[in-house]
């Protein structure tokens, strides 16, 4: 077996590493100087002094940028929850307009539908025509109707709903009286009819309803 492999070469230089004496390194008798020990100890005490203080100002330096943080944190969160609340008002507020301007659009089309349906051609005059107009008219109101319903569909999807007036006690809240009348059959207070449709927006009024109410006077005679 060859004992001259690397390995044995590497455990024969540590085993003369061993048993090698730093004597020489020492103080006369082989013990350190005991002033030579207290310098050390002092020297080493200011160092540690030293690094602790290096370490403390670490520490404050770090508290000092987290406290810096959390307060740049605290307050972006409040100007993110500022614009986010500016935000959703100007969309509620774009929403509402466009939803006016809907219904607006809605009231229209269902004043010329109640035109159409009222509407009839005169007998006596065009007589030749007016089966032809009466098509045409039937047609027209067919076409209305889609829109109309098509319209309602699109104002039911954005949560816009009918006020119900009729036959309900006046509610300031959500109607405007425009008239009054008398109907001793009815309670005082009572809406007899709706003149503009109200609608509210989920559970908020979008707008008011026009209504005619029941007024019983008291005779003063």
Not at 69 to 90: C, H, I, P
Not at 153 to 173: H, M, S, T
């Amino acid at each position: 077996m060859n004992n001259d492999s690397p390995e044995n070469d590497l455990l024969t230089e540590f085993e003369n590493y061993l048993k090698q004496t730093h004597l020489e390194t020492l103080p006369m008798g082989g013990q350190p100087d005991l002033k030579t020990v207290l310098a050390e100890i002092s020297a080493l005490k200011t160092e540690v002094k030293a690094e602790s203080r290096q370490y403390k100002n670490s520490l404050d330096s770090l508290d000092s940028a987290l406290k810096n943080l959390q307060e740049d944190n605290r307050v972006l969160a409040e100007q993110l929850a500022q614009s986010k609340l500016r935000l959703e008002t100007e969309q509620h507020k774009i929403m509402r307009t466009m939803l006016l301007e809907m219904l607006e659009l809605y009231d229209r089309l269902s004043d010329g539908m109640a035109i159409l349906k009222k509407y009839h051609p005169v007998k006596t005059l065009f007589k030749s025509s007016r089966k032809k107009d009466i098509r045409v008219i039937n047609r027209f109101k067919e076409g209305q109707g889609i829109t109309i319903r098509r319209l309602e569909q699109l104002l039911w999807q954005y949560k816009v709903r009918p006020i119900e007036c009729v036959g309900k006690l006046f509610d300031p809240e959500k109607m405007h009286a425009v008239a009054t009348a008398f109907d001793s059959t009815k309670d005082n207070g009572k809406v007899l009819e709706e003149l503009r449709k109200g609608f509210l927006l989920r559970d908020q009024v979008l707008r008011l309803a026009e209504v005619k109410v029941n007024k019983i006077t008291e005779s003063t005679e």
